[in-house]
């Protein structure tokens, strides 16, 4: 099954049985706790069907997890310091990662010879890292990533519900030891002890939330445009990560220049980031989160942009620009 996985090319691979997870009772208690924030497609009725694999494909006995790795030899943010500019979270620089295991996990399953299955990658109601963890892929950090003691965390996940039954791996042992980094570098404090505060992850608020940020959020997204890497760049697991060998994970944007992204209209936001992860901001959303990234950056030269953004028929853009304005030269 590995060599299968690794010629359609994913790095790790493993085989979880499609029964429910030991580790379920976590996730009911981080909904409890209001931890998934706005995220509806976690709560409610998406919630129960997360408890069983076999709510997704009746007939499923294994779940095939693989990963992807997505790491490439860029900077890490905690590495790079240009000040007029935003940072886009590691995962979101190339191709969307949703198409592209897709297409593996297709090609996986027409090579097992399946005629029945179902895949799944990140929207499908699947405690993904719970399974790809039983299927030894890795352990759960402080972090809540899925680490793989040679690979890291820069991987992303997927899986293939099959009906037929495949003698199942076991969990490698969890490793964080008595680390606490990524707690520590953690800007706005968000891994609490049931995980992720989702209320107070920069990730959350830049990429999932929808609407206005709370003001005393703002301060702590940083110049943060579309997701953070903070908690993996600082893991020690990751120094030595291997980089992907798919161009389709090549950056075509990292760092972009913050008053160019505030100058850009909404055809030319599709344009530049056609094909990516950072559609998803919406570009209501993402001029919001380059308001604050602007704002945060504190540069003069920034007025003339936040004032033009200030005037947006938006009102979320514009009242983000003017609370943006506000910070402006008090740096
Ligand atoms: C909602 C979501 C988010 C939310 C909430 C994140 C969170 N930690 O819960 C937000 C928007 C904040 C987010 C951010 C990110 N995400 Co996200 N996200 C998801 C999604 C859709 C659901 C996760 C979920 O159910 N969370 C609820 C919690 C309770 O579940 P959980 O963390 O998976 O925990 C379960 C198990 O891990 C286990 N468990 C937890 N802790 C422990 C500890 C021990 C000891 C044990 C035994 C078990 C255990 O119990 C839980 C199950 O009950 C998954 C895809 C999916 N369908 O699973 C992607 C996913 C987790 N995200 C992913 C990525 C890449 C990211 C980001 C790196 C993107 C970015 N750069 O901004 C960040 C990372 C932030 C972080 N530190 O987690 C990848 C992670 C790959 C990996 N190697 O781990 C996933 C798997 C998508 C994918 N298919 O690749 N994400
Ligand atoms: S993604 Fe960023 S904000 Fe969210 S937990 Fe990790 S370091 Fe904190
Ligand atoms: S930084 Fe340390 S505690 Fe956090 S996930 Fe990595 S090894 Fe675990």
């Given at each position: 099954?590995?060599?299968?996985?690794?010629?359609?090319?994913?790095?790790?691979?493993?085989?979880?049985?499609a029964?429910?997870?030991?580790?379920?009772?976590?996730?009911?208690?981080?909904?409890?706790?209001?931890?998934?924030?706005?995220?509806?497609?976690?709560?409610?009725h998406?919630?129960?069907?997360?408890?069983?694999?076999?709510?997704?494909?009746?007939?499923?006995?294994?779940?095939?997890?693989?990963?992807?790795?997505?790491?490439?030899?860029?900077?890490?943010?905690?590495?790079?310091?240009?000040?007029?500019?935003?940072?886009?979270?590691r995962y979101?620089?190339?191709?969307?990662?949703?198409?592209?295991?897709?297409r593996?996990?297709?090609?996986?399953?027409?090579?097992?010879?399946?005629?029945?299955?179902?895949?799944?990658?990140?929207?499908a109601?699947?405690?993904?890292?719970?399974?790809?963890?039983?299927?030894?892929?890795?352990w759960?950090?402080?972090?809540?990533?899925?680490?793989?003691?040679?690979?890291?965390s820069?991987?992303?996940?997927?899986?293939?519900?099959?009906?037929?039954?495949?003698?199942?791996?076991s969990?490698?042992?969890?490793?964080?030891?008595?680390?606490?980094?990524?707690?520590?570098?953690?800007p706005?404090?968000?891994?609490?002890?049931?995980?992720?505060?989702?209320?107070?992850?920069?990730?959350?608020?830049?990429?999932?939330?929808?609407?206005s940020?709370?003001?005393?959020?703002?301060?702590?997204?940083?110049?943060?445009?579309?997701?953070?890497?903070?908690c993996?760049?600082?893991?020690?697991?990751?120094?030595?990560?291997?980089?992907?060998?798919?161009?389709?994970?090549?950056?075509?944007?990292?760092?972009?220049?913050?008053?160019?992204?505030?100058?850009?209209?909404?055809?030319?936001?599709?344009?530049?980031?056609?094909?990516?992860?950072?559609?998803?901001?919406?570009?209501?959303?993402?001029?919001?989160?380059?308001?604050?990234?602007?704002?945060?950056?504190?540069?003069p030269?920034?007025?003339?942009?936040?004032?033009?953004?200030?005037?947006?028929?938006?009102?979320?853009v514009?009242?983000?620009?003017?609370w943006?304005?506000?910070?402006?030269?008090?740096?």
């Amino acid at each position: 099954m590995r060599a299968l996985a690794r010629e359609c090319g994913f790095e790790l691979a493993g085989v979880a049985r499609a029964e429910p997870a030991e580790d379920a009772a976590r996730y009911r208690d981080w909904i409890a706790a209001g931890n998934a924030g706005e995220m509806r497609y976690l709560t409610g009725h998406r919630a129960d069907v997360r408890q069983d694999p076999r709510h997704l494909l009746p007939s499923a006995r294994s779940v095939v997890c693989v990963g992807k790795l997505y790491q490439t030899p860029w900077p890490n943010t905690t590495q790079f310091h240009g000040e007029d500019r935003g940072w886009i979270s590691r995962y979101a620089w190339g191709d969307d990662y949703h198409q592209v295991m897709r297409r593996g996990l297709q090609q996986l399953a027409e090579r097992i010879g399946l005629r029945e299955y179902r895949i799944c990658v990140d929207t499908a109601p699947l405690l993904e890292r719970s399974y790809a963890r039983l299927a030894g892929l890795g352990w759960i950090g402080k972090n809540t990533c899925l680490i793989n003691q040679q690979s890291g965390s820069w991987f992303f996940l997927g899986e293939l519900l099959a009906p037929i039954e495949i003698a199942p791996d076991s969990p490698p042992p969890d490793r964080c030891g008595t680390c606490r980094r990524c707690i520590d570098a953690c800007p706005t404090a968000a891994i609490v002890p049931g995980g992720i505060d989702s209320r107070l992850c920069i990730s959350y608020f830049t990429i999932e939330r929808r609407g206005s940020i709370a003001e005393e959020m703002r301060a702590g997204i940083g110049p943060h445009v579309f997701g953070c890497d903070i908690c993996q760049d600082v893991c020690p697991w990751n120094r030595r990560a291997p980089m992907t060998a798919d161009p389709a994970f090549a950056p075509r944007h990292f760092a972009p220049a913050l008053a160019e992204m505030a100058a850009l209209s909404e055809t030319q936001f599709r344009a530049m980031f056609r094909g990516t992860p950072v559609t998803r901001a919406r570009y209501s959303g993402f001029l919001r989160n380059v308001a604050i990234a602007m704002g945060n950056r504190g540069l003069p030269q920034f007025r003339a942009p936040l004032e033009k953004l200030a005037t947006s028929e938006d009102p979320v853009v514009a009242e983000h620009a003017r609370w943006a304005l506000g910070h402006i030269g008090h740096k």
